[in-house]
């Protein structure tokens, strides 16, 4: 048995001693996957730790004064003997905080922090979907951090949002070298993702476009739901089918066919499980039906659900390249504003986008083309 094993074989030995010297108490195991995980994908020895502890559970009664609590992330690969009525068979899930719960754990964090009257908790909540309690105390460290570099006496909106853009996009790399063609080539990918979320009902607001390499990526184009989201349309989920298609889609359209590159992978990744997930989890295929596919369909089935797949990856395709083509000049006017200002903000985007949708007409040519490059007018 290793260090851990002893350790904790020897304490769940002692517990009947412990709660009758000490009851009225609280027992709280944290992890505690790692010794009561299913008996079948353990040693002996490991299994020893398991058993005791199932043992000294059926010995507690309820007037005995003692609550045994555990916490665990992979509540899926317990051993059943564990969870059944009588031990742990009461299951409390807490699922990452709803916008309301962001804004009061950021309340809590910012309270003893001097900030900037531009500071809006409810938006930096908002624009947060996804965080739980460890990410929001990382977003404020880092906030207060970038902060303290600048010599600001106070926290300001702009280095919130910094410190939210990093955990989002990663860091950015300023100091990478990328040629003059990469980043045009990077620029109307980011600008087709753009374009095609912001003409496609149903898909989540732009929060931001960027050509500058964060983490892995060369550019990125971030959406933020309105709201927190219980549950996804169809229309929504072909939303984001199209604008995954839009980075491919924008560079076959500007560079050619045989100009297309590898930095579309991700995204038909990306889009290839979200049709897979609407065919086979989610029953949104008319040719299969309302029907939930197994893990391991049959070759028939499999071959079925990957025509569904290819049908909906080839649907978006052609809808995107439709769309895009209809608004040509826009993809070159947010394309020439990356290159110029590298970074652009949802009201920016806007901007630059509105006099180019159907029924506007821009008061002045937005976008003039000089010397083969385009500038704001």
């Not at 002996?44 to 507690?60: C, I, R, S, Y």
């Not at 897979?276 to 369909?297: D, L, T």
């Not at 110029?340 to 949802?346: H, I, K, P, Q």
Request: charge should be negative.
């Amino acid at each position: 048995m290793n260090r851990l094993d002893i350790v904790l074989f020897l304490f769940i030995a002692q517990l009947r001693p412990f709660h009758v010297l000490q009851a009225p108490c609280i027992i709280f195991i944290d992890e505690i996957d790692a010794v009561g995980s299913t008996r079948k994908q353990w040693e002996g020895h490991t299994k020893k730790t398991l058993h005791q502890l199932l043992v000294e559970m059926d010995g507690f009664e309820q007037n005995e004064g003692i609550i045994l609590m555990a916490a665990t992330n992979l509540p899926d690969i317990l051993d059943p003997a564990l969870t059944r009525p009588g031990r742990f068979d009461r299951h409390i899930v807490v699922p990452n905080p709803d916008v309301k719960g962001r804004q009061e754990i950021l309340e809590l964090y910012l309270q003893d922090k001097p900030m900037a009257d531009d500071v809006d908790v409810k938006s930096i909540a908002r624009g947060t979907p996804g965080f739980n309690g460890a990410d929001l105390a990382n977003l404020v460290n880092i906030a207060a951090i970038k902060a303290a570099v600048e010599g600001a006496e106070k926290l300001s909106a702009a280095q919130l949002e910094f410190a939210k853009d990093r955990i989002i996009m990663g860091t950015e790399r300023k100091t990478m070298f990328i040629s003059e063609e990469s980043k045009k080539l990077t620029a109307y990918h980011e600008s087709g993702h753009a374009i095609v979320a912001f003409n496609t009902e149903g898909a989540h607001p732009i929060h931001k476009a960027t050509i500058m390499p964060r983490g892995s990526a060369l550019g990125m184009v971030t959406q933020l739901p309105s709201s927190d989201e219980t549950s996804v349309s169809k229309k929504q989920l072909l939303a984001r089918l199209d604008v995954c298609m839009g980075g491919r889609v924008a560079e076959e359209l500007v560079f050619g066919q045989d100009y297309i590159t590898t930095g579309a992978s991700s995204d038909l990744h990306t889009a290839t499980e979200l049709a897979q997930y609407m065919v086979s989890n989610c029953g949104m295929s008319e040719a299969i039906g309302p029907v939930h596919i197994k893990e391991r369909p049959s070759s028939e089935m499999q071959s079925r659900v990957d025509a569904e797949v290819v049908k909906l990856l080839r649907e978006a395709y052609d809808r995107v390249k439709a769309l895009l083509k209809k608004h040509e000049k826009a993809l070159h006017a947010l394309a020439h504003a990356l290159l110029e200002y590298e970074t652009l903000s949802a009201e920016e985007i806007k901007r630059i986008l509105l006099p180019y949708q159907e029924g506007r007409q821009p008061e002045q040519q937005e976008v003039e083309q000089e010397e083969g490059e385009f500038v704001m007018a």
